[in-house]
């Protein structure tokens, strides 16, 4: 019986082999086994192990005849060994020559079945400092002795010492037990997780030295050091999920999944960070389609995309390039029957109402429709047909990168249930629709944004998210806007493009017109900055001049008591309170629109507003801020625009129509006898199309030529975030003055500071002292006590 064994699992290693081979045969006790175990080497390792053999008979050697991993290399070793104590080697790195010496008598004198000893590593790739840094700390041993269970929790649960195989000698009889649990097969990554996984939960006592260094790990020689990696070494790396579902195994076998379940999440997650990391950092980045195609077929659709959301939360758009082409997230449906369809909420405004509409639509075209929502049925809701099935999310407000994996795992059950193919997405802007996107994709299910307001609404704000947008809506499957300049734009980076507006309530095309005969005005909107009611408020400040009987309906409100107080504060004040009549919400505007003469569209921006397309419904003259991009507005039939802001044309405007009945009502025929082209629009042709290109058979191939508008667009993406970017820093560097000028002039701080004046000159004396020397110190006291005298 040996004191030690050795054990080498060897496979391609003839660069380093001979150095390891060195060290092991020189050791200074010569009682040891080397059990050399080759892995299906292809190159001359094993003329290099029987060149070794024929030197030394206490190697040992184990050949494969095909490739089965290091992991069973080790286990094999183990079942071999005939040494009280086993010590594991790998093949590129070198242990000291007294190592097995000195180990061997301190686990003679310790009497524990693990000893953790010291490590140097050798920097052999160039490899940073940080990397280097922080491995020596994970390789650090713990010097407090550990017993039972400790021994397992300390490692795992609360990180006290890390779970390298290689830097610690253990009992040949724990070897044996733990190894018993160590299925057979290839693990080709994190096999030193697994062993020491079983090899702590059967211990029962380890112990560090800290202060002496037995083994050389030679960092960059192996998987672990590489900067860059390619497909195959990321493959490699995504093995580690084996590790990870045999791990929770295990745990099932000792009947104590439950009890170390938070052990077992912690490291599956870390693996998958792992791999995750190398994708990203580490792979060169025209690979990353094909790398993202990797993390899926081994870790699944759910862990990697949750990962990802945990991780890149904020990093959509960079995710998005990453994998904007990958296999997985392509369509794999043929037919479409089931649409599931998306919106915060069904009650109350713009998008909800259109909503309404579009869903019977698409019900009469004989899709079953599904309505996710973030909010439960409630009284206010907009009527939808009875076999709508409506599913609830948790909500886009609260979701986050800590708890997307609820909200993904509720669209896979969704999805599941319903045998959903389609997913229609209305809200646009969200800060879910990325992540949202990535997991209904990775089903195979095809993902369409419907937008509902100008391309550059984010623009107008000077949202980052005006410079994402672009990267994101190229991995849709189809983008629906309510413009052709909407379609356009966004034709530049989702090849797969639709111009579609929102449908009209049959009820409209009934509806008698209004008898403009009096000198009621209309607005209708949310009181949001962007709807600019206050405009509305102003400009009837300087109509009722001219038009004492003038009258402005105000049908809307705002969530905040405090916004619409505001306003009637402000009309009050002006005396308006007569003149200027707040309705609060009407889901049924008919009545207004029935009694009034004119309506104003004081928007800074809109996609395709519904007042708009209702006064014309009901012969109501417009006039309205310049929106060239409407698409109702190109006409010019029943609108008069002025310039944005232009506070008193629009009043002009006013008046001047108020005071003229017989231009008044031929504007709002004009406005009537302009509708019927949407009366006529054919929307099961147009939403046929749009679902017809999304199935897999038919679905665009992305267009590859860089066309001069495409370089134009991007440009004016790159720069738009450019100067996005200098405006952030330039804001954060004005706070970061403002505060320091805050701080400095604080009592507090110069209280501080005249406390701490006498150690900050002994502590500044000290430190001049120790790296000059006395005679330099003195000069620098004298010459700051000739400027005082001189200042």
Same mark, same amino acid.
């Given at each position: 019986?040996?004191?030690?064994?050795?054990?080498?699992?060897?496979?391609?290693?003839?660069?380093?082999?001979?150095?390891?081979?060195?060290?092991?045969?020189?050791?200074?006790?010569?009682?040891?086994?080397?059990?050399?175990?080759?892995?299906?080497?292809?190159?001359?390792?094993?003329?290099?192990?029987?060149?070794?053999?024929? $030197? @030394? +008979?206490?190697?040992?050697?184990? /050949?494969?005849? =095909?490739?089965?991993? *290091?992991?069973?290399?080790? &286990?094999?070793?183990?079942?071999?060994?005939?040494?009280?104590?086993?010590?594991?080697?790998?093949?590129?790195?070198?242990?000291?020559?007294?190592?097995?010496?000195?180990?061997?008598?301190?686990?003679?004198?310790?009497?524990?079945?693990?000893?953790?000893?010291?490590?140097?590593?050798?920097?052999?790739?160039?490899?940073?400092?940080?990397?280097?840094?922080?491995?020596?700390?994970?390789?650090?041993?713990?010097?407090?002795?550990?017993?039972?269970?400790?021994?397992?929790?300390?490692?795992? $649960? @609360? +990180?006290?010492?890390?779970?390298? /195989?290689?830097? =610690?000698?253990?009992? *040949?009889?724990?070897?044996? &037990?733990?190894?018993?649990?160590?299925?057979?097969?290839?693990?080709?990554?994190?096999?030193?997780?697994?062993?020491?996984?079983?090899?702590?939960?059967?211990?029962?006592?380890?112990?560090?030295?800290?202060?002496?260094?037995?083994?050389?790990?030679?960092?960059?020689?192996?998987?672990?050091?590489?900067?860059?990696?390619?497909?195959?070494?990321?493959?490699?790396?995504?093995?580690?999920?084996?590790?990870?579902?045999?791990?929770?195994?295990?745990?099932?076998?000792?009947?104590?999944?439950?009890?170390?379940?938070?052990?077992?999440?912690?490291?599956?997650? =870390?693996?998958?960070?792992?791999?995750?990391?190398?994708?990203?950092?580490?792979?060169?980045?025209?690979?990353?389609?094909?790398?993202?195609?990797?993390?899926?077929?081994?870790?699944?659709?759910?862990?990697?995309?949750?990962?990802?959301?945990?991780?890149?939360?904020?990093?959509?758009?960079?995710?998005?390039?990453?994998?904007?082409?990958?296999?997985?997230?392509?369509?794999?449906?043929?037919?479409?029957?089931?649409?599931?369809?998306?919106?915060?909420?069904?009650?109350?405004?713009?998008?909800?109402?259109?909503?309404?509409?579009?869903?019977?639509?698409?019900?009469?075209?004989?899709?079953?429709?599904?309505?996710?929502?973030?909010?439960?049925?409630?009284?206010?809701?907009?009527?939808?047909?009875?076999?709508?099935?409506?599913?609830?999310?948790?909500?886009?407000?609260?979701?986050?990168?800590?708890?997307?994996?609820?909200?993904?795992?509720?669209?896979?059950?969704?999805?599941?249930?319903?045998?959903?193919?389609?997913?229609?997405?209305?809200?646009?802007?969200?800060?879910?629709?990325?992540?949202?996107?990535?997991?209904?994709?990775?089903?195979?299910?095809?993902?369409?944004?419907?937008?509902?307001?100008?391309?550059?609404?984010?623009?107008?704000?000077?949202?980052?998210?005006?410079?994402?947008?672009?990267?994101?809506?190229?991995?849709?499957?189809?983008?629906?806007?309510?413009?052709?300049?909407?379609?356009?734009?966004?034709?530049?980076?989702?090849?797969?493009?639709?111009?579609?507006?929102?449908?009209?309530?049959?009820?409209?095309?009934?509806?008698?017109?209004?008898?403009?005969?009096?000198?009621?005005?209309?607005?209708?909107?949310?009181?949001?900055?962007?709807?600019?009611?206050?405009?509305?408020?102003?400009?009837?400040?300087?109509?009722?001049?001219?038009?004492?009987?003038?009258?402005?309906?105000?049908?809307?409100?705002?969530?905040?008591?405090?916004?619409?107080?505001?306003?009637?504060?402000?009309?009050?004040?002006?005396?308006?309170?007569?003149?200027?009549?707040?309705?609060?919400?009407?889901?049924?505007?008919?009545?207004?629109?029935?009694?009034?003469?004119?309506?104003?569209?004081?928007?800074?921006?809109?996609?395709?507003?519904?007042?708009?397309?209702?006064?014309?419904?009901?012969?109501?003259?417009?006039?309205?801020?310049?929106?060239?991009?409407?698409?109702?507005?190109?006409?010019?039939?029943?609108?008069?625009?002025?310039?944005?802001?232009?506070?008193?044309?629009?009043?002009?405007?006013?008046?001047?129509?108020?005071?003229?009945?017989?231009?008044?009502?031929?504007?709002?025929?004009?406005?009537?006898?302009?509708?019927?082209?949407?009366?006529?629009?054919?929307?099961?042709?147009?939403?046929?199309?749009?679902?017809?290109?999304?199935?897999?058979?038919?679905?665009?191939?992305?267009?590859?030529?860089?066309?001069?508008?495409?370089?134009?667009?991007?440009?004016?993406?790159?720069?738009?975030?450019?100067?996005?970017?200098?405006?952030?820093?330039?804001?954060?560097?004005?706070?970061?003055?403002?505060?320091?000028?805050?701080?400095?002039?604080?009592?507090?701080?110069?209280?501080?500071?005249?406390?701490?004046?006498?150690?900050?000159?002994?502590?500044?004396?000290?430190?001049?002292?120790?790296?000059?020397?006395?005679?330099?110190?003195?000069?620098?006291?004298?010459?700051?006590?000739?400027?005082?005298?001189?200042?």
């Amino acid at each position: 019986m040996s004191k030690v064994s050795l054990i080498v699992p060897v496979c391609n290693a003839e660069k380093y082999l001979k150095q390891c081979l060195d060290s092991l045969i020189h050791q200074t006790l010569y009682d040891i086994e080397i059990i050399c175990v080759d892995d299906c080497s292809s190159d001359s390792s094993v003329n290099i192990l029987k060149e070794y053999e024929n $030197l @030394d +008979n206490r190697i040992n050697l184990i /050949l494969y005849d =095909k490739n089965k991993s *290091a992991a069973q290399a080790r &286990k094999d070793g183990v079942f071999a060994a005939k040494g009280e104590y086993v010590l594991f080697v790998d093949s590129d790195d070198f242990l000291e020559l007294n190592a097995c010496k000195e180990l061997y008598y301190e686990m003679q004198k310790l009497k524990v079945d693990i000893l953790h000893f010291g490590t140097k590593i050798e920097n052999c790739l160039n490899i940073s400092e940080g990397r280097i840094s922080s491995n020596e700390k994970l390789l650090r041993p713990y010097t407090n002795k550990l017993r039972g269970k400790e021994v397992f929790t300390s490692c795992f $649960l @609360d +990180n006290k010492y890390g779970f390298t /195989l290689w830097n =610690k000698i253990y009992t *040949a009889k724990l070897c044996k &037990k733990a190894f018993l649990y160590m299925p057979d097969g290839i693990f080709p990554k994190a096999q030193d997780l697994y062993a020491y996984f079983m090899l702590s939960f059967f211990a029962d006592s380890y112990i560090g030295i800290s202060d002496r260094i037995y083994y050389h790990y030679c960092f960059g020689r192996g998987i672990t050091g590489h900067e860059r990696i390619n497909l195959q070494i990321l493959e490699r790396y995504c093995t580690q999920v084996l590790v990870a579902d045999g791990i929770k195994e295990f745990l099932q076998q000792q009947n104590c999944f439950q009890i170390y379940e938070g052990i077992y999440n912690k490291y599956k997650k =870390k693996l998958l960070n792992e791999c995750i990391t190398n994708w990203q950092m580490r792979l060169p980045k025209e690979k990353s389609f094909e790398g993202f195609d990797i993390l899926i077929k081994h870790w699944g659709e759910y862990d990697i995309i949750t990962a990802l959301a945990e991780k890149k939360w904020y990093q959509r758009e960079e995710v998005a390039k990453n994998i904007y082409a990958s296999i997985k997230l392509k369509s794999t449906k043929t037919n479409i029957k089931t649409i599931a369809t998306y919106y915060h909420h069904i009650e109350n405004g713009g998008v909800q109402r259109v909503l309404s509409l579009i869903i019977p639509i698409w019900i009469s075209m004989g899709y079953q429709v599904i309505l996710f929502t973030d909010t439960h049925p409630s009284g206010n809701d907009y009527q939808l047909p009875d076999e709508v099935n409506r599913v609830v999310l948790q909500s886009y407000n609260t979701t986050n990168r800590d708890n997307f994996n609820i909200r993904a795992n509720q669209w896979h059950q969704a999805i599941e249930q319903y045998q959903i193919d389609v997913v229609v997405y209305h809200a646009w802007l969200s800060p879910v629709l990325f992540w949202d996107m990535c997991y209904i994709k990775s089903q195979g299910i095809p993902f369409i944004v419907n937008t509902h307001s100008i391309f550059s609404a984010t623009l107008l704000s000077f949202q980052y998210q005006f410079g994402q947008l672009p990267s994101i809506y190229s991995m849709c499957d189809a983008v629906v806007s309510l413009s052709s300049v909407d379609k356009l734009y966004w034709s530049h980076f989702a090849s797969n493009s639709f111009y579609i507006p929102n449908p009209i309530d049959d009820n409209l095309k009934k509806e008698e017109c209004s008898s403009l005969e009096n000198h009621n005005i209309l607005w209708i909107g949310r009181f949001s900055a962007e709807k600019r009611p206050m405009d509305a408020i102003r400009i009837m400040e300087l109509v009722i001049k001219e038009v004492s009987d003038a009258k402005l309906y105000m049908v809307g409100s705002n969530p905040d008591p405090s916004v619409m107080i505001k306003y009637k504060k402000e009309t009050e004040k002006r005396g308006l309170e007569n003149n200027i009549i707040f309705c609060g919400f009407h889901r049924d505007v008919s009545k207004f629109y029935k009694l009034s003469s004119i309506n104003i569209l004081l928007s800074r921006y809109e996609g395709f507003p519904m007042t708009l397309l209702e006064s014309k419904a009901y012969g109501v003259p417009t006039v309205m801020y310049e929106m060239p991009y409407i698409e109702m507005a190109r006409d010019n039939k029943g609108i008069i625009f002025v310039p944005q802001s232009d506070i008193k044309n629009a009043a002009y405007q006013i008046i001047k129509l108020l005071n003229n009945d017989e231009d008044r009502k031929k504007i709002g025929y004009e406005a009537r006898s302009s509708l019927q082209k949407y009366f006529n629009y054919d929307y099961y042709a147009a939403w046929k199309n749009v679902f017809s290109t999304v199935q897999c058979n038919l679905n665009l191939e992305k267009d590859p030529l860089v066309t001069t508008e495409k370089i134009m667009m991007n440009t004016l993406i790159d720069h738009y975030k450019s100067c996005w970017k200098q405006r952030e820093n330039m804001l954060k560097s004005q706070q970061v003055s403002i505060l320091e000028k805050e701080i400095t002039s604080s009592w507090s701080f110069r209280i501080g500071r005249a406390i701490t004046w006498l150690p900050r000159k002994i502590r500044g004396g000290f430190r001049c002292y120790k790296e000059n020397g006395v005679k330099y110190t003195l000069l620098r006291i004298r010459e700051k006590i000739v400027r005082r005298q001189i200042i």
